[in-house]
């Protein structure tokens, strides 16, 4: 099948910190050479990526305009406060809720978040970033998983990544006695799986199979569902998995009391529905037909997003990368 890249973020990266009460600090870090220059070295220092405070405000900002957006069905007024993973997701939402109902979205609720949790790691240089865990009006019992980033000091807290996580399914992120959490690096050689290499991992499981991954709804059940439903009378369906891991798309790693992480990644798919001669492509719903090009006629594929959280064990003891949570959206659809 044709490999046709429309995923598109058109946004700058915006990762980072908004600690005020860091910033003479960071930029201030010096040492003194023996002729008494300065060498300032703040991209070096370990800092936490932002204070509580500064967080909650973050949140806060994110909803307000994620509920204006999904309101008026408009993905600008929350562009600049998601990235990554999210705001592709979000926006091809969007896109399609605006063609289908020009005048906004009549089902709107506004989404409410409580019970907020905060998990803020200390880490050198950028992005900078923090997860915050809440129970939401929307999507049942699960409490939303939210990852955001930022790239500088001057830029804003963005969204970019979502996931939904059932009850006591989070685990427990250590955190020292100030109350700051540890991010791993991605590059690390302490765990069964380089959070670095995990998009291209699961990718290659979900195409190949294979004993990395632990059974699941998102490993083994999603394998044995396309396996299902590959060839039908009449149609045939195939998979193109792909990893997604540069820029906005970069994973992000958070250690657990276990010594394991949880880390956060993104990954890239396509779905081709082909139909026989004679036969038609089911016709696909008013959401896939919005964000449809070209005509349909004996095929239509669907590229998707989907973020991902997963468990992995410290590289010391046994098991399985163990597949959390996973979020998936439709970005776009071409017919032929």
């Known amino acids: 099948?044709?490999?046709?890249?429309?995923?598109?973020?058109?946004?700058?990266?915006?990762?980072?910190?908004?600690?005020?009460?860091?910033?003479?600090?960071?930029?201030?870090?010096?040492?003194?050479?023996?002729?008494?220059?300065?060498?300032?070295?703040?991209?070096?220092?370990?800092l936490p990526a932002a204070t509580k405070a500064e967080a909650a405000k973050a949140v806060e900002q994110f909803t307000s305009a994620y509920n204006k957006a999904d309101a008026a069905y408009d993905p600008s007024l929350d562009a600049e406060y998601?990235?990554?993973?999210?705001?592709?997701?979000?926006?091809?939402?969007?896109?399609?809720?605006?063609?289908?109902?020009?005048?906004?979205?009549?089902?709107?609720?506004?989404?409410?978040?409580?019970?907020?949790?905060?998990?803020?790691?200390?880490?050198?240089?950028?992005p900078r970033w923090f997860v915050a865990d809440a129970r939401a009006n929307k999507?049942?019992?699960?409490?939303?998983?939210?990852?955001?980033?930022?790239?500088?000091?001057?830029?804003?807290?963005?969204?970019?990544?979502?996931?939904?996580?059932?009850?006591?399914?989070?685990?427990?992120?250590?955190?020292?006695?100030?109350?700051?959490?540890?991010?791993?690096?991605?590059?690390?050689?302490?765990?069964?799986?380089?959070?670095?290499?995990?998009?291209?991992?699961?990718?290659?499981?979900?195409?190949d199979g294979g004993d990395a991954f632990a059974d699941g709804a998102y490993t083994s059940e999603l394998r044995s569902a396309r396996a299902k439903n590959a060839s039908k009378p009449g149609l045939a369906?195939?998979?193109?998995?792909?990893?997604?891991?540069?820029?906005?798309?970069a994973p992000l790693a958070l250690r657990t009391a276990d010594g394991g992480a949880v880390v956060f990644f993104a990954t890239h798919h396509y779905v081709k529905q082909t139909a026989a001669a004679g036969a038609a492509v089911p016709t696909p719903n008013r959401n896939v037909r919005a964000l449809t090009t070209g005509e349909i006629k004996q095929s239509l594929t669907m590229e998707f997003v989907a973020n991902g959280m997963a468990v992995v064990p410290a590289a010391s003891g046994?098991?399985?990368?163990?597949?959390?949570?996973?979020?998936?959206?439709?970005?776009?659809?071409?017919?032929?």
């Not at 990852?147 to 001057?154: A, P």
């Not at 369906?237 to 798309?249: A, M, R």
């Not at 046994?318 to 032929?336: D, H, N, P, Q, W």
Request: hydrophobic residues 35%; aromatic residues 6%.
């Open 1 to 46: 099948m044709t490999r046709e890249r429309s995923l598109t973020t058109g946004r700058p990266r915006r990762r980072g910190r908004d600690r005020d009460a860091l910033i003479a600090v960071s930029l201030a870090a010096v040492t003194l050479t023996a002729s008494g220059c300065v060498v300032v070295h703040g991209e070096r220092e370990v």
């Open 82 to 126: 998601t990235t990554g993973a999210l705001g592709a997701i979000d926006a091809a939402r969007l896109r399609a809720g605006r063609v289908n109902t020009p005048d906004g979205n009549p089902q709107h609720t506004p989404l409410t978040l409580t019970d907020v949790n905060y998990t803020i790691p200390e880490k050198p240089g950028w």
């Open 139 to 207: 999507g049942g019992d699960a409490r939303w998983v939210l990852v955001f980033t930022r790239g500088g000091l001057s830029e804003r807290w963005q969204a970019a990544y979502l996931t939904l996580v059932a009850p006591g399914a989070l685990p427990e992120f250590p955190k020292d006695k100030d109350g700051w959490a540890e991010a791993v690096p991605v590059d690390t050689a302490g765990l069964t799986r380089s959070p670095a290499g995990l998009s291209a991992d699961y990718t290659t499981y979900l195409k």
């Open 237 to 249: 369906t195939q998979y193109i998995d792909e990893p997604l891991s540069d820029g906005d798309f």
């Open 318 to 336: 046994a098991g399985k990368v163990s597949m959390t949570s996973r979020l998936e959206g439709l970005t776009a659809a071409k017919g032929e």
